[in-house]
């Protein structure tokens, strides 16, 4: 422990603050910015690529959880091998018959502002989840008819049609206090986010910075730290700089070539390949790629080889699926690049592509969708760049707006195929960009199935259809993230679904 680091909130990296129009998506800002901040002399300085587009759970993207874990919990846990455990809110699950599940909640929980985190709070967040119009997680939850809590400790919850993996999809879903959620609203919600984490709200400084500290009642393991503050940089060698001059302990996603420096200059290095995967998100809705050979031709022509050893060094792992969500697994058929067969299916057309992105949100993504503008290039495509921050560019995608190519990040919070194949390839889904009644059929056949084993041939099915047959889903290559730390910064453990838990670390 060192008592007397400095910490000269003067040279925090200033953030860039995203314009965020879709309702419920705010930044994390608070008019009485005096008093926010940790106190205590190991608060643990962590700095981000980019500032979440708000601390919302229910509406929230997932990449805004490093910051609401903290405060916030799911309402099952996984372990470090991914399996779900029952050491979280939620104990035991039983599935009753085919359209009921019986949840038990840990008895004696109660939110940080007083309210109870019993059955009737868990059962009102699953409905929220299904029921809110700004909902990340929505199309998860369709299959819903009800959640109810009969008793303090019990929520009962019926569906449609079967569902195997409900209990998997609650591992994603973070428990919110429903009287100070109504009353507040979602950006009200955000703005000072309430949970039964190891840590409380602390406030921030619009712009700038936000804070968490240790929750003295926290019903579960203390944490080690007196709290987090949390700022963010969106160039990577600011990133680098900041860590290096101990303005920062810890600095998230860096790309190879800086990590590769951070270890020279003597930090801490850590890298883990995750389950995030890159994808470019071809629109068979509009224009150009209406036209089926036109799809088959973009997906013939992106290498993603090149893109994982030109830009990445060999440091990312290429990946040709959709649906083959746990790192390490492959589909069982994919697309082989064939430049010159795409050239000929382009022929003399030379049609516009748009290629839109989300700016600064992921490493060298900026590089990466260059690199597939240029492959497009090469076989007769005209290229049209259109970087958005990501809180624009995903209120788009959901609002159905892009046309092109969209390329981002599948982030999946729940290691199972579902999550991917009900976000991305519904017609209902996030995406919406290759809609089709048959792959609608195929996911709900998926889901009645009894167990994950008998939905695989289905998952694969579907695999095979959205990205060998229709090209509508150009998988690039799964994220490995690097991070680096001050030497006397010990414990930050991220995880390969893109969490970190800071109740461990030391200074």
Not at 49 to 56: I, R
Request: net charge neutral.
């Amino acid at each position: 422990m060192n008592k007397n680091r400095l910490r000269p909130r003067q040279m925090m990296a200033p953030a860039l603050a995203l314009a965020i129009a879709t309702s419920g998506l705010a930044a994390c800002g608070n008019s009485d910015s005096g008093k926010s901040g940790a106190s205590g002399p190991d608060v643990v300085r962590a700095l981000l690529a980019a500032q979440p587009a708000t601390l919302d759970p229910i509406v929230g993207p997932r990449s805004g959880q490093v910051v609401w874990a903290t405060m916030l919990e799911p309402l099952i846990k996984l372990d470090a091998d991914l399996n779900m455990v029952d050491s979280g809110l939620v104990t035991s699950w039983t599935r009753t018959d085919q359209t009921n599940w019986t949840f038990k909640v840990r008895p004696g929980i109660s939110f940080t502002n007083g309210e109870k985190a019993d059955a009737a709070a868990v059962a009102n967040t699953i409905l929220l989840t299904r029921d809110s119009e700004a909902s990340q997680l929505k199309t998860y939850f369709t299959n819903i008819v009800s959640a109810e809590a009969p008793d303090a400790t019990t929520v009962v919850v019926k569906t449609k049609t079967p569902q195997y993996d409900l209990p998997e999809l609650l591992t994603t879903v973070y428990l919110v206090p429903p009287k100070y959620y109504k009353e507040k609203g979602s950006e009200g919600f955000a703005a000072a986010p309430v949970g039964t984490g190891p840590y409380l709200w602390a406030g921030s400084h619009a712009g700038r910075d936000m804070s968490v500290k240790k929750n003295p009642d926290y019903w579960g393991a203390k944490p080690s730290n007196d709290g987090v503050t949390f700022s963010w940089a969106t160039e990577a060698s600011q990133r680098l700089a900041l860590v290096q001059s101990k303005s920062v302990d810890v600095a998230f996603d860096l790309p190879p070539t800086k990590a590769d420096e951070a270890k020279k200059a003597g930090l801490d290095v850590v890298s883990t390949t995750t389950a995030m995967k890159i994808i470019a998100f071809i629109d068979s809705t509009k224009a150009p790629f209406k036209d089926p050979k036109l799809r088959e031709a973009a997906a013939l022509a992106i290498d993603r080889d090149a893109i994982v050893s030109g830009i990445f060094d060999g440091k990312a792992v290429a990946d040709s699926g959709l649906l083959n969500v746990k790192p390490g697994t492959e589909p069982s058929r994919s697309v082989t690049p064939d430049p010159a067969k795409a050239k000929e299916l382009v022929g003399g057309a030379s049609p516009t592509v748009q290629i839109s992105y989300p700016a600064g949100q992921y490493t060298n993504i900026k590089e990466v969708s260059e690199a597939v503008g240029g492959n497009l290039e090469k076989v007769g495509f005209k290229v049209k760049y259109v970087p958005l921050d990501y809180g624009t560019l995903t209120k788009r995608i959901i609002g159905r707006e892009v046309p092109g190519v969209s390329i981002f990040a599948g982030v999946p919070n729940v290691p199972i195929p579902d999550y991917f194949a009900s976000g991305f390839m519904k017609t209902t889904s996030i995406t919406g960009n290759c809609p089709d009644p048959k792959t609608d059929k195929l996911i709900a056949k998926a889901l009645q199935q009894d167990n994950a084993e008998a939905a695989a041939p289905i998952y694969d099915e579907l695999n095979t259809s959205g990205v060998v047959d229709r090209h509508c889903y150009v998988p690039l290559y799964r994220q490995v993230f690097n991070y680096a730390t001050l030497p006397n910064v010990k414990g930050v453990e991220f995880g390969p679904l893109n969490t970190v838990d800071f109740t461990k670390t030391a200074l």
